[in-house]
């Protein structure tokens, strides 16, 4: 079986659940309809199922070793842009991150995978994720059982800094852990006119914000990377009154555990001395949302060989400050989190992921279907 041959056969079935899918989208926890369309297949198509909220956990085969395959179904608040004849019908709700085309590449794997059963020589375990959209999903497929068994785990995105039908492959760090900073500056309000009479926590704000860009530039090893960025701002409402308080929000982002500290740890040192030395106080509230997606490289090794074996095209992707929390199944047990290029300037596929216009390169994704059939059927030989 060629599983390049395989998948091309049912390309354009791949292409319209794609479509179907992108037609209504759903927000995190919401997959209704999606995952009854899985569900319905699956059932079909002989898969042992087993429902996690709007998640689903399908396994086939039978062997000590298995596999699992993921994919996440949710959308974005996003109102799409795009003028196709598969525009999304929900008003404010878009899948500008291509999480429909996930979905639909690997059900049509699902479907090549259980028409060939008699040639597995493992366990397949595959995952319909909800909520990867800043819902932690992962986590919650985790502790419903979704990696009890599994010897590896594997995940393909879309991904639009690859030209298109290229596999960006990567051992080690691809994605940063990311959380989340809120903060409240309070001083004393008052008029405008008489700043002397008040604790302004507006000035305070602002150098904050400049002094959080020296975390980065002056406090991180040159050769490390991170990010700090105040994404929102908060304080007064009138032109002529000088607010109690500031609010500011953020995120920061860090490929090790050190530089997650060295970063949370300076806000605070910064919050502190600034709100001191202008006689205000401050609150701090970090909250960590995913930790790095870092491929292990054995793992990693497999995917590159597997992928050249099918003649498929392998190109080096470069680390993003953007996370995934497919991280959390990488902690739990060794996978590599795949990207497939649908760059395609062309056809006008260039719109950055989480954009009103993003849309993918629909004739590439027979190709993230047949590297998940290739994976599964080549596991039994790792």
């Not at 996440?72 to 878009?94: F, H, I, R, T």
Request: charged share 25%.
């Amino acid at each position: 079986m060629n599983p390049v041959e395989e998948a091309l056969k049912i390309k354009e079935q791949i292409i319209a659940w794609r479509r179907d899918f992108h037609m209504y989208p759903e927000l995190k926890y919401e997959e209704e309809r999606t995952s009854k369309i899985v569900e319905e297949h699956l059932k079909e198509w002989g898969y042992k199922i087993k429902r996690v909220g709007t998640g689903i956990i399908a396994d086939i085969g039978e062997d000590d070793k298995r596999i699992a395959l993921r994919a996440d179904m949710d959308a974005l608040p996003v109102q799409e842009e795009n003028d196709v004849p598969y525009k999304s019908k929900v008003p404010g709700k878009m899948h500008a991150c291509g999480h429909d085309a996930h979905t639909a590449m690997l059900l049509g794997a699902a479907k090549i995978i259980a028409e060939h059963e008699d040639k597995l020589q493992n366990g397949v375990r595959l995952i319909f994720q909800p909520a990867e959209e800043g819902g932690n999903g992962a986590l919650n497929m985790i502790e419903a059982g979704a990696l009890e068994g599994v010897d590896a785990i594997f995940g393909i995105h879309v991904w639009m800094d690859l030209p298109s039908g290229v596999f960006g492959i990567r051992e080690g760090p691809v994605l940063a852990g990311a959380g989340t900073f809120s903060i409240k500056i309070k001083g004393k309000g008052g008029h405008g006119a008489a700043p002397h009479e008040t604790v302004d926590p507006i000035p305070i704000a602002a150098q904050a914000i400049l002094a959080f860009q020296t975390i980065v530039s002056r406090n991180l090893n040159p050769i490390e990377t991170g990010v700090v960025s105040v994404c929102a701002v908060q304080g007064g409402t009138a032109f002529n009154v000088i607010p109690e308080e500031v609010e500011m929000k953020g995120t920061h982002r860090f490929f090790s555990e050190e530089v997650r500290k060295l970063i949370e740890i300076r806000m605070d040192e910064i919050l502190r001395g600034l709100t001191s030395a202008h006689g205000a106080t401050y609150e701090l509230d970090i909250k960590e949302l995913v930790p790095p997606t870092i491929n292990h490289p054995r793992m990693t090794e497999f995917v590159r060989k597997v992928a050249l074996k099918y003649d498929m095209r392998v190109g080096e992707v470069a680390k993003s400050m953007g996370a995934e929390d497919f991280a959390y199944y990488l902690q739990k047990v060794p996978g590599v989190f795949i990207q497939l290029g649908i760059r395609n300037e062309r056809k006008g596929v260039i719109y950055p992921h989480h954009h009103p216009k993003f849309d993918v390169d629909e004739d590439v994704l027979h190709l993230g279907t047949a590297l998940e059939i290739a994976l599964a059927f080549e596991f039994s030989n790792l």
